[in-house]
């Protein structure tokens, strides 16, 4: 019976320290930027603090965890390279705040970037507040096709990673940029900013493969989602865009040496109130011809949105292009299904490809717009054939001719 006993004490008593070694082992692998180690502190900026703790981090050889507190942290800039030795986690539970002056910037361009990092997760609840609104009074792309600005968070060669539960505040620019990204997926996150807040693009992807994004609300004064050159095999599911100017393929062909783009998937999404609809857009008498295919929008909800459906190929915002030379963009296999709601706008569909690369197989189905004012539908159909199926006649090619999209029928 004392054997037994002495034999159950020396279990328990391993059993404990099992769980406090591994609770060592835990409290060794995160990195939390408040204490005493990297001194950081709500109201003070932890450009410092954060760096160092994503070096100790990065270098680590078991999964590791960053942790940003509950508070308001002022940021300068950031920039976390790869590659790390193990997965890594910033757990972002706090407010990062950026400067309002981005002069104050090494790199104007960027606030903060991810590069070069795989099995990386962005988590946490918390908020990149970029105070753009400064940028956004003294931005100038009206009058001047140079102009830049600084964008929020960027994601430069990030692969098999994940970012969920983060929100994107006042950028002064894009709020998202990722760019050579591969398996990369967005979920749950929230972009905020007024609607006339100029070139705020939500989240814009380009030269990516695999890219997911879903359960995510964006408002926002640009493109809730935009999908640059070179994206390859991207999902867009259950995001609700609004306000903001819609979620767009392009705009392509304004650059040289462009990338193909191919296998784009927009499905249950719920726009309101925006600018614009699902549209895909390039740029006439641009340098690159590219191919643009494989792209299908379905089950989406338009709720009082202008402009619904958009294939645009002469996209020249401010009329800083020559509309006399046509796209050089081949557009083909583009899909409109289950598409309902209410159109802002008497043009409820615009389907206007180049006359020197006319559109191929673009499919239309079960398409019903109700306008949400007083007028009739109508729809333009140029440079195409589509294939139409289940779509009332107003809504199915009514003309080929240039529509003003506020007075439906008559001639733009």
Same mark, same amino acid.
Request: proline share 5%; net charge neutral.
């Given at each position: ?16 320290? /099992? ?15 408040? /204490? ?15 760096? *160092?703790?994503? &070096?100790? #981090? ?27 030795? #193990? ?64 964008? !929020? ?23 998202? !940029?990722?760019?050579? #990204? ?25 030269? /990516?493969?695999?890219? *997911? +994004? ?21 999902? +867009?599911? =259950? ?18 040496? %462009? ?14 109130? $925006? ?31 202008? !402009? ?14 020559? &509309?006399?030379?046509?796209? &050089?963009?081949?557009? /083909?296999?583009?899909?409109? =299904?289950?598409?309902?709601? $209410? ?13 020197? !690369? ?17 007028? %009739? ?5 140029? *440079?195409? =054939? ?5 779509? #009332? ?18 001639? &733009?």
């Amino acid at each position: 019976m004392g054997l037994k006993l002495v034999m159950n004490l020396l279990s328990i008593l391993m059993i404990l320290s /099992s769980v406090s070694a591994k609770r060592e082992f835990l409290s060794d692998s995160e990195f939390d930027v408040t /204490s005493a180690k990297y001194g950081g502190k709500a109201g003070s900026d932890i450009s410092q603090a954060l760096t *160092n703790a994503w &070096k100790d #981090a990065c270098a680590s050889t078991s999964p590791s965890k960053i942790i940003i507190p509950k508070g308001t942290y002022p940021l300068k800039e950031a920039e976390f390279s790869g590659p790390c030795k #193990a997965p890594i986690e910033m757990q972002l539970q706090g407010t990062l705040q950026a400067p309002e002056d981005s002069t104050q910037l090494t790199k104007p361009d960027t606030w903060i970037g991810f590069l070069y990092i795989n099995d990386f997760t962005l988590s946490g609840g918390g908020v990149f507040d970029g105070q753009g609104a400064k940028a956004w009074k003294a931005n100038d792309c009206q009058k001047n096709p140079k102009c830049s600005s600084t964008i !929020n968070v960027r994601f430069h060669q990030v692969k098999k990673s994940l970012v969920k539960d983060i929100t994107s505040l006042n950028s002064k620019n894009f709020h998202f !940029n990722i760019i050579g #990204a591969e398996q990369l997926t967005f979920d749950h996150v929230t972009v905020t900013a007024p609607g006339d807040s100029l070139n705020t693009d939500g989240i814009h992807i380009g030269r /990516s493969n695999g890219v *997911n +994004i879903t359960n995510c609300v964006i408002g926002t004064g640009d493109d809730c989602i935009s999908i640059g050159d070179g994206t390859k095999q991207l999902t +867009i599911e =259950k995001v609700t865009c609004g306000p903001g100017h819609g979620i767009s393929v392009g705009s392509l062909g304004k650059y040289d040496n %462009e990338e193909p783009v191919a296998g784009i998937f927009v499905k249950n999404c719920t726009l309101s109130k $925006t600018q614009n609809g699902v549209r895909v857009k390039t740029w006439p008498n641009g340098p690159s011809a590219i191919t643009a295919s494989d792209i299908h929008f379905e089950d989406i909800i338009m709720d009082d949105v202008q !402009n619904p459906i958009v294939v645009d190929q002469e996209y020249c915002p401010y009329d800083q292009c020559d &509309k006399s030379v046509s796209s &050089k963009i081949k557009i /083909s296999n583009v899909s409109f =299904k289950n598409i309902r709601g $209410t159109s802002a706008t008497a043009l409820g569909v615009k389907v206007a490809c180049s006359k020197s !690369n006319p559109c191929d197989q673009v499919v239309m189905s079960d398409i019903d717009l109700k306008l949400s004012g007083a007028g %009739e539908l109508t729809s333009q159909c140029t *440079n195409t =054939k589509p294939t139409i199926t289940n779509v #009332a006649k107003p809504l199915a090619c009514a003309t080929d001719q240039p529509v003003d999209p506020a007075k439906g029928g008559a001639p &733009k």
